[in-house]
Every structure is written in structure tokens, then in C-alpha cells.
């Protein structure tokens, strides 16, 4: 399974983001999920979804401004992040395939490379 992630960038806050993950094909019927690492702290969970059913899951703090999607034909997975703020300044990992039962674990068996998200206030 390969995953590319792609999109990040420098946005002033109260503006948008659209990350994109590649995903290889063997990652189809493979939950997915976006987490971000700041220097010196552990990797964060944002959101994840589930395949066998599309349920999705969210940080407190990615509730209601990220929204995690798919495009299947694509082989594509999205983070749609709004109202960014500066305290969302990280590099964002997609992963696929948890190790356990929880999404929210930095346990997941493929990670892609990362992609720097800025928000300047």
C-alpha cells in the first residue's frame, strides 16, 4: 500500500485547505485516516473513516470545520479543512488500515509522507 499526501501550504486564518492522499489500489477496502504532528509533541488524530460503511470520525477539534472524504474512482482521500487556525499548523499524515479497533490510535499499518499545513493568525 503506498499513500502520497499532497495539498499543504501557507493560508492566513479563517480561510480554507484541501488535502489529498494517493492512494495505491490495494488500499480500496482499507480505512483511512488523517492525523497531524507538531515538533515535538506525538502524531494527533483529525479524522478517519471506516470502509465498510463510510462512518466517519473526528477530533474535538476537526468537529465541524474538516471533513474527511473519498472519491473511490479517483483512489482518492480528502481532508477539506475550514476556518483553519494557527493552532492547526502541523504536518498531516494520511495512514490506512488500523492495527486495533480504535481509529483515533496512531497505530495504523501504512502511513503516507506528510504534507505541512501553516496558519499564520
Known amino acids: 500500500v503506498q499513500l502520497q499526501a499532497s495539498g499543504g501550504g501557507l493560508v492566513q486564518a479563517g480561510n480554507s485547505l484541501r488535502l489529498s492522499c494517493k492512494y495505491s489500489?490495494?488500499?480500496?477496502?482499507?480505512?483511512m485516516a488523517w492525523f497531524r504532528q507538531t515538533s515535538g509533541k506525538e502524531r494527533e488524530f483529525v479524522a478517519a473513516?471506516?470502509?465498510?460503511?463510510?462512518?466517519?470520525y473526528y477530533s474535538d477539534s476537526a468537529k465541524g470545520r474538516f471533513t474527511i472524504s473519498r472519491d473511490s474512482t479517483e483512489e482518492m482521500v480528502f481532508l477539506q479543512m475550514n476556518n483553519l487556525k494557527p493552532e492547526d499548523t502541523a504536518v498531516y499524515y494520511c495512514?490506512?488500515?488500523?492495527?486495533?479497533?480504535?481509529?483515533?490510535?496512531?497505530?495504523?499499518?501504512?502511513w503516507g509522507q506528510g504534507t505541512l499545513v501553516t496558519v499564520s493568525s
Open positions: 473513516f471506516r470502509w465498510t460503511d463510510g462512518e466517519k
Open positions: 495512514a490506512a488500515e488500523p492495527r486495533g479497533d480504535s481509529y483515533a490510535l496512531p497505530q495504523y499499518k501504512f
Open positions: 489500489r490495494s488500499a480500496f477496502r482499507r480505512s
